[in-house]
């Protein structure tokens, strides 16, 4: 059992890891590690959801609904000019005032952050994947709203390397190093379907609110794609259907090979289901692998994912690690592609053979 000295030690971490990246959340973050009062609401979750990110995702929540204003303008996303000072009197203030609201959040809800940024990784792989099979059926597993399903719908700038897609209102631009190998044209998908434990309803408008409340309001432009991608998906909307990454696999991976080469994908998921899971969901794809051709594009930390088929350093990486696996005619090969961004802003090909 958790208790609150634990707690608050991971609001301490929480601060200095994302001091660089999310200064916002680093000054709230360690702020809270020294307040027991606000700390004690994350005990509220789930144990495997007590982080530091699924309270501040709850405290955002409520800003996007307009509570809060006094917080909400230290908010890059919220205002045009963010003031200045510090942040954590109005942040408390918020937190205590809506003491059984943010309860029921950290509770009920879960961590989902659906970053279209990360399709800037999957196209390259998935030009790979066409290049050999032709047309491809996609199914990605912990979807969320099922944003990545859209990948074809967007438009992807690789520098170098060229401009994939559009036009569209969604721009992902995209820094390379190494022989990237961008495709010339948006691969041919023929199927998209997505599969979630608990998926986002892109015309539920709470829904999306909780969707949007995950991002780290630092990154207003992870925001604004955010709020592009839901508007492009209510247009285009996405087939996503509720289910278990292990014993709903099967069905939706035949499902889609009906319509073309079924290619898998994961991009930081796996690190939130348990060691045990995480294997069981690796042993139904090598089982899967003996029944049809398959592949499985991966976009995950090796620290955080023990036991992934793919090739990672000693010890293990904590960057984004982009690999390929292929299973044909019943036999698996793995293949490290490259090390990139978490949010898929940078991506550096590293030209490793099959």
Same mark, same amino acid.
């Given at each position: 059992?958790?208790?609150?000295?634990?707690?608050?030690? @991971?609001?301490?971490n929480?601060? *200095?890891?994302?001091?660089? @990246?999310?200064?916002?959340?680093?000054t709230?973050?360690?702020?809270?590690?020294?307040?027991?009062?606000?700390?004690?609401?994350?005990? +509220?979750a789930?144990?495997? &959801?007590?982080?530091? =990110?699924?309270?501040?995702?709850?405290?955002?929540?409520?800003?996007?609904?307009?509570?809060?204003? &006094?917080? +909400?303008?230290?908010?890059?996303?919220?205002?045009?000019?963010p003031?200045?000072?510090?942040?954590?009197?109005?942040?408390?203030?918020?937190?205590?005032?809506?003491?059984?609201?943010?309860?029921?959040? =950290?509770?009920?809800?879960?961590? &989902?952050?659906?970053?279209?940024?990360?399709?800037?990784?999957?196209?390259?792989?998935?030009?790979?994947?066409?290049?050999?099979?032709?047309?491809?059926?996609?199914?990605?597993?912990?979807?969320?709203?099922?944003?990545?399903? *859209?990948?074809?719908?967007?438009?992807?700038?690789?520098?170098?390397?060229?401009?994939?897609?559009?036009p569209?209102?969604?721009?992902?631009?995209? =820094?390379?190093?190494?022989?990237?190998?961008?495709?010339?044209?948006?691969?041919?998908i023929? @199927?998209?379907?997505?599969?979630? #434990?608990?998926?986002?309803?892109?015309?539920d408008? =709470?829904?999306?609110?909780?969707?949007?409340?995950?991002?780290?309001?630092?990154?207003?432009?992870?925001?604004?794609?955010?709020?592009?991608?839901v508007?492009? +998906?209510?247009?285009?909307?996405p087939?996503?259907?509720?289910?278990?990454?292990?014993?709903?696999?099967?069905?939706?991976?035949?499902?889609?090979?009906?319509?073309?080469?079924?290619v898998v994908?994961?991009?930081?998921v796996?690190?939130?289901?348990?060691?045990?899971?995480?294997?069981?969901?690796?042993?139904?794809?090598?089982?899967?692998g003996? /029944?049809?051709?398959?592949?499985?594009?991966?976009?995950?930390?090796?620290?955080?994912?023990?036991?992934?088929?793919?090739?990672?350093?000693?010890?293990?990486?904590?960057? !984004?690690?982009?690999? *390929?696996? #292929?299973?044909?005619?019943?036999?698996r090969?793995?293949?490290?592609?490259?090390? !990139?961004?978490?949010?898929?802003?940078?991506?550096?090909? /590293?030209?490793?053979? +099959?």
């Amino acid at each position: 059992m958790v208790a609150l000295p634990d707690i608050q030690e @991971r609001f301490a971490n929480f601060a *200095l890891s994302t001091a660089k @990246r999310a200064p916002l959340y680093a000054t709230l973050s360690s702020a809270v590690a020294g307040d027991p009062d606000v700390a004690r609401l994350l005990l +509220a979750a789930p144990a495997q &959801q007590q982080l530091p =990110v699924l309270l501040f995702a709850a405290v955002h929540h409520l800003l996007l609904h307009g509570d809060g204003p &006094q917080l +909400a303008a230290f908010y890059a996303n919220l205002t045009l000019t963010p003031a200045v000072g510090d942040p954590y009197p109005a942040f408390r203030e918020v937190v205590l005032h809506h003491v059984d609201d943010i309860e029921g959040l =950290v509770a009920t809800r879960t961590t &989902q952050t659906n970053e279209v940024g990360r399709c800037a990784q999957f196209v390259p792989a998935l030009g790979m994947v066409a290049g050999e099979v032709g047309t491809l059926a996609h199914v990605d597993v912990g979807t969320s709203a099922g944003l990545n399903l *859209l990948l074809p719908h967007y438009a992807i700038a690789y520098t170098p390397g060229g401009l994939v897609g559009g036009p569209s209102p969604v721009h992902l631009p995209c =820094v390379t190093t190494g022989d990237v190998p961008v495709p010339a044209t948006m691969p041919t998908i023929a @199927r998209s379907i997505g599969i979630d #434990r608990s998926p986002i309803d892109v015309l539920d408008d =709470v829904e999306v609110r909780w969707l949007e409340a995950c991002v780290w309001p630092d990154q207003a432009d992870r925001f604004d794609r955010l709020v592009a991608a839901v508007a492009l +998906a209510r247009e285009y909307v996405p087939d996503v259907r509720a289910g278990d990454a292990v014993h709903d696999l099967a069905a939706v991976v035949h499902e889609a090979a009906e319509w073309g080469h079924p290619v898998v994908t994961n991009s930081w998921v796996l690190n939130y289901l348990p060691d045990d899971t995480r294997r069981e969901y690796v042993a139904e794809l090598d089982r899967l692998g003996t /029944e049809l051709d398959l592949s499985w594009i991966i976009a995950e930390a090796p620290s955080q994912t023990p036991g992934l088929p793919v090739p990672t350093t000693t010890p293990p990486e904590e960057l !984004t690690v982009l690999s *390929l696996v #292929r299973w044909r005619a019943g036999v698996r090969t793995a293949q490290r592609l490259a090390t !990139t961004h978490p949010h898929g802003y940078w991506l550096h090909w /590293e030209n490793n053979p +099959a």
